[in-house]
């Protein structure tokens, strides 16, 4: 048997091997704009000038600079590694083209053949209400269907969204997230660029998903792509994001920051599927405020990447708001994926159900790390926590973190937490109807996220459910 | 014993688990359109036996052999002895959560006839059986033996075999755990399942399947080895009278 495991990790430690193809190439790029290494007020003046923006922005990006600079790192997830992300050598910004297109005949050809391989324009003209796609620091391409913009749907990248919309970005920017949250959320604070902004008036019901694609080209680029999604009272919005990256030997850091607010009655999933190549440093901040019986649901997939740190919260501040937050993480071969999940509770009579899920293989590491917090005023809440890791091989692992605050009696949790590993007898009653081991195994595996690919529009679920064989991949002739 | 050109058969077959050998030297052939029962107290190796065969990594045979249309089974991994027409129904079949009954089968049933196989015809053959079996159309969305009752996991199993149509299919127990009206059903199906060119091999306590799934042979296992056979009377004589006659006349204690 152990002959057996020996050869199974053998075979599985090559995992993602396609990456490097199937995402990992990288463009030769004349930039329109490449800022120097490393950060400094000068960085943070250049990009606000560069984006022409108002004085209140450019004020803010400095003071967050500040806050950046004063606060120590995070002591908690993976410290050794967030320890080694060499802030003076990454390129804050930097801008491919010069003006941003709405049709993909005009986004220069080594773009559109990057998007093209990544299924992008394929997946607008199939089933997509708006797409918005990112290289590098600037989205370089958006379109949005006509119905939709006549609803008075907007649909933007941030800096766009910014220029046009400047009241409602002033008035919410960094509301739901403040550049005091944590280093990073500063760090985004201080130099973001790139993103989206939505706005969905009253009532209006966006039936299809809006979509935005980050794509980071260069090496030692840092994406600090910053997303506010505002929908209305009694509006609904689907909103999906992916992202990949290709592989160089040093690494490139991702540090985003997703605000989402849902007014009364209103609905906000946020679906993201991150596909990062093996150096990518994933640190990001993402929180909603769901108001009086508004509901937001966060569905979080993350592969790749060499450390990624994510804990999508959800605020729970108006009476009857509901919060979902359904994750899976697959860590591979030397990767960490420390997510989890937050649920604050401030009403009463609210709900919250964090499903988290995770694959650990070979000598991958995953951690849920979450928190539930019930505030004293929030009665009759309701909170369900339920915890999935898998382990695939001798050397994986995984870890739980839950913390649970709860000041008040009027509460049900429920908490479930279990560790499995892919059961030789499960193995065995699937190789005697005639899969192969490795078929045997990718089925499981696949039955295991089973809740969460439910979740993701079938062209979504396809995609993961390849990704995973990927990962899962022996060794590629 | 008997012809040379038996579909499937084993010869001095030992079994080892958790390094106990709790099969001890077994031989048995079976001719195309055959149908064999092993009967035997509880803990007596049948199931052990039954894994062995189907080549589970648990149970290791430590000696004999076995063959399947004159192909070396021991040769094979599980995978492989499936597609050379193996089946095991188990007495315990597990829980696959998040498979579906369909994409299983559907996958199992492409790995038999090969990654560049037509599947076209499969809804409609799954969708057929299923039918014949009296199992429900949802249960092709559930996930596998997930929460289902032990009886829905015994038609699962028939299922499966309808489906992969094997060479030769080893059912253990698939009569327990069923209601009368289900054994019926159970009953039928392996009966339209057999045919003169397949074998069966089946495993059971009671006469009561048997009075459906007519065995040519009955043989007794007692402590890891078959120390009796006969036709159909002798299933009956042992719902008589049990086992401690046999293991007598052998001159062994009955049981492990
Ligand atoms: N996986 C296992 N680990 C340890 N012991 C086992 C295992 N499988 C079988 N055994 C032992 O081997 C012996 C034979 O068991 P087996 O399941 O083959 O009996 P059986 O004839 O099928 O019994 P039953 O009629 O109750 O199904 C028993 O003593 C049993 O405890
Ligand atoms: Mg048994």
Same mark, same amino acid.
């Given at each position: 048997?152990?002959d057996?495991?020996?050869?199974q990790?053998?075979?599985?430690?090559?995992?993602?091997?396609d990456?490097?193809?199937?995402?990992?190439?990288?463009?030769?790029v004349?930039?329109f704009?490449?800022?120097?290494?490393?950060?400094?007020?000068?960085?943070?003046?250049?990009?606000s000038?560069?984006?022409?923006?108002?004085?209140?922005?450019?004020?803010?990006?400095h003071?967050?600079?500040?806050?950046f600079?004063?606060?120590?790192?995070?002591?908690?997830?993976?410290?050794?590694?967030?320890?080694?992300?060499d802030?003076?050598?990454?390129?804050?910004?930097?801008k491919?083209?010069e003006?941003?297109?709405?049709s993909?005949?005009?986004?220069?050809?080594?773009?559109r053949k990057?998007?093209?391989?990544?299924?992008i324009?394929?997946?607008?003209?199939?089933f997509?209400? @708006?797409?918005?796609?990112?290289y590098?620091?600037e989205?370089?391409?958006?379109?949005?269907?006509?119905?939709?913009?006549?609803?008075?749907?907007?649909?933007?990248d941030?800096?766009?969204?910014?220029?046009? *919309?400047?009241?409602?970005?002033?008035?919410?920017?960094?509301?739901?997230?403040?550049?005091?949250?944590?280093?990073?959320a =500063?760090?985004?604070?201080?130099?973001?660029?790139?993103?989206?902004?939505?706005?969905?008036?009253?009532?209006?019901?966006?039936k299809?998903?809006?979509?935005?694609?980050?794509?980071?080209n260069?090496?030692?680029? @840092?994406?600090?792509?910053?997303?506010?999604?505002?929908?209305?009272?009694?509006?609904?919005?689907?909103?999906?994001?992916?992202?990949?990256?290709?592989?160089?030997?040093?690494?490139?850091?991702?540090?985003?920051?997703?605000?989402?607010? =849902?007014?009364?009655d209103?609905?906000?999933?946020?679906?993201?599927?991150?596909?990062?190549?093996?150096?990518?440093?994933?640190?990001?901040?993402?929180?909603?405020?769901a108001?009086?019986?508004?509901?937001?649901?966060?569905?979080?997939?993350?592969?790749?990447?060499?450390l990624?740190?994510?804990?999508?919260?959800?605020?729970?501040?108006g009476?009857?708001?509901?919060?979902?937050?359904?994750s899976?993480a697959?860590?591979?071969?030397?990767?960490?994926?420390?997510?989890? =999940?937050?649920?604050?509770?401030?009403?009463?009579?609210?709900?919250?159900?964090?499903?988290?899920?995770?694959?650990?293989?070979?000598?991958?590491?995953?951690?849920?790390?979450?928190?539930?917090?019930?505030?004293?005023?929030?009665?009759?809440?309701?909170?369900?926590?339920?915890?999935d890791?898998?382990?695939?091989?001798?050397?994986?692992?995984?870890?739980?973190?839950?913390?649970?605050?709860?000041?008040?009696?009027?509460?049900r949790?429920?908490?479930?937490?279990?560790?499995?590993?892919?059961?030789?007898?499960?193995?065995?009653?699937?190789?005697?109807?005639?899969?192969t081991?490795?078929?045997?195994?990718?089925?499981?595996?696949?039955?295991?996220?089973?809740?969460?690919?439910?979740?993701?529009?079938?062209?979504?679920?396809?995609?993961?459910?390849?990704?995973?064989?990927?990962?899962?991949?022996?060794?590629?002739? | 014993?008997?012809?040379?050109?038996?579909?499937?058969?084993?010869?001095?077959?030992?079994?080892?688990?958790?390094?106990?050998?709790?099969?001890?030297?077994?031989?048995?052939?079976?001719?195309?359109?055959?149908?064999?029962?092993?009967m035997?107290?509880?803990?007596?190796?049948?199931s052990?036996?039954?894994?062995?065969?189907m080549?589970?990594?648990?149970?290791?045979?430590?000696?004999?052999?076995?063959?399947?249309?004159?192909?070396?089974?021991?040769?094979?991994?599980?995978?492989?002895?499936?597609?050379?027409?193996?089946?095991?129904?188990?007495?315990?079949?597990?829980?696959?959560?998040?498979?579906?009954?369909?994409?299983?089968?559907? =996958?199992a049933?492409?790995?038999?006839r090969?990654?560049?196989?037509?599947?076209?015809?499969?809804?409609?053959?799954?969708?057929?059986?299923?039918?014949?079996?009296s199992?429900?159309?949802?249960?092709?969305?559930?996930?596998?033996?997930?929460?289902?009752?032990?009886?829905?996991?015994?038609?699962?199993?028939?299922?499966?075999?309808?489906?992969l149509?094997?060479?030769v299919?080893?059912?253990?127990?698939?009569?327990?755990?069923?209601?009368?009206d289900?054994?019926?059903t159970v009953?039928?199906?392996?009966n339209? *399942?057999?045919?003169?060119?397949?074998?069966?091999?089946l495993?059971?306590?009671?006469?009561?399947?048997?009075?459906?799934?007519?065995?040519?042979?009955?043989?007794?296992?007692i402590?890891?080895?078959?120390?009796?056979?006969?036709?159909?009377?002798?299933?009956?004589?042992l719902?008589?009278?049990?086992?401690?006659?046999?293991?007598?006349?052998?001159?062994?204690?009955?049981g492990?």
């Amino acid at each position: 048997m152990s002959d057996a495991v020996r050869q199974q990790n053998q075979q599985l430690r090559t995992i993602n091997q396609d990456y490097a193809t199937k995402y990992g190439f990288r463009d030769p790029v004349d930039y329109f704009h490449k800022g120097a290494r490393g950060i400094s007020h000068e960085v943070v003046e250049m990009i606000s000038r560069m984006k022409n923006e108002p004085r209140w922005m450019s004020d803010r990006r400095h003071e967050a600079l500040d806050i950046f600079m004063a606060k120590p790192m995070p002591g908690w997830g993976n410290t050794e590694l967030l320890n080694e992300i060499d802030f003076d050598n990454i390129y804050y910004f930097m801008k491919p083209i010069e003006n941003q297109q709405t049709s993909w005949d005009d986004v220069p050809e080594y773009i559109r053949k990057t998007f093209d391989k990544l299924g992008i324009p394929e997946a607008e003209k199939s089933f997509l209400g @708006g797409v918005s796609a990112q290289y590098e620091s600037e989205v370089v391409y958006h379109s949005m269907k006509e119905d939709l913009k006549q609803q008075g749907v907007v649909f933007l990248d941030m800096d766009s969204g910014l220029r046009e *919309y400047e009241e409602i970005v002033k008035k919410n920017f960094g509301t739901v997230i403040p550049s005091t949250d944590n280093k990073f959320a =500063a760090l985004n604070t201080a130099v973001w660029s790139g993103g989206s902004f939505i706005y969905v008036p009253p009532g209006v019901d966006v039936k299809i998903p809006l979509q935005a694609y980050f794509r980071i080209n260069a090496e030692n680029m @840092g994406q600090f792509e910053r997303t506010l999604i505002i929908a209305d009272k009694g509006s609904r919005v689907h909103y999906i994001e992916g992202c990949t990256a290709p592989v160089y030997s040093t690494d490139s850091l991702h540090s985003a920051v997703v605000e989402l607010i =849902a007014m009364e009655d209103a609905y906000i999933r946020y679906t993201t599927i991150q596909n990062w190549a093996r150096n990518i440093y994933n640190l990001v901040t993402k929180r909603a405020t769901a108001h009086k019986n508004a509901t937001v649901e966060w569905v979080d997939g993350n592969l790749g990447s060499r450390l990624t740190m994510k804990y999508p919260c959800i605020q729970l501040v108006g009476e009857g708001a509901k919060g979902e937050i359904l994750s899976v993480a697959f860590a591979g071969v030397d990767q960490h994926q420390d997510a989890g =999940a937050k649920v604050i509770h401030a009403a009463p009579n609210t709900s919250s159900r964090i499903t988290s899920k995770s694959i650990s293989k070979d000598n991958g590491r995953a951690s849920y790390r979450g928190l539930a917090k019930v505030h004293k005023k929030a009665v009759n809440s309701k909170i369900s926590v339920e915890c999935d890791a898998l382990l695939i091989g001798e050397d994986a692992r995984s870890d739980t973190y839950p913390t649970m605050e709860i000041d008040n009696e009027q509460v049900r949790v429920e908490h479930e937490a279990r560790v499995s590993k892919v059961a030789e007898e499960q193995l065995f009653y699937l190789t005697s109807r005639g899969l192969t081991e490795d078929d045997a195994r990718l089925l499981i595996v696949n039955g295991f996220m089973e809740p969460f690919t439910k979740e993701l529009p079938l062209e979504y679920a396809v995609e993961l459910n390849r990704l995973i064989e990927l990962e899962m991949e022996g060794s590629i002739g | 014993m008997k012809n040379r050109k038996a579909l499937f058969g084993f010869k001095d077959l030992k079994v080892e688990v958790e390094g106990k050998e709790v099969v001890k030297g077994v031989s048995l052939e079976i001719a195309p359109g055959e149908i064999h029962a092993i009967m035997g107290p509880n803990g007596s190796g049948k199931s052990s036996l039954s894994n062995a065969l189907m080549g589970h990594p648990g149970y290791e045979i430590t000696s004999g052999e076995a063959y399947l249309s004159g192909e070396n089974l021991l040769d094979m991994e599980a995978d492989e002895r499936s597609r050379a027409g193996l089946f095991l129904a188990f007495q315990y079949p597990l829980a696959i959560p998040g498979v579906t009954v369909a994409n299983f089968l559907r =996958a199992a049933l492409k790995s038999h006839r090969g990654p560049d196989a037509d599947m076209t015809d499969f809804r409609r053959l799954l969708k057929a059986e299923m039918k014949s079996l009296s199992i429900d159309e949802s249960f092709a969305t559930r996930y596998l033996n997930d929460g289902f009752s032990g009886g829905e996991k015994k038609r699962v199993e028939i299922l499966q075999m309808s489906v992969l149509n094997p060479q030769v299919a080893l059912l253990d127990e698939t009569d327990s755990g069923l209601d009368i009206d289900a054994l019926k059903t159970v009953a039928d199906g392996i009966n339209r *399942y057999h045919s003169e060119n397949n074998g069966i091999l089946l495993v059971t306590h009671y006469q009561r399947l048997l009075n459906y799934v007519k065995p040519d042979y009955v043989h007794v296992m007692i402590g890891g080895r078959l120390v009796k056979s006969g036709g159909p009377e002798l299933a009956l004589k042992l719902e008589e009278s049990g086992y401690d006659w046999v293991a007598e006349e052998v001159g062994q204690k009955a049981g492990v």
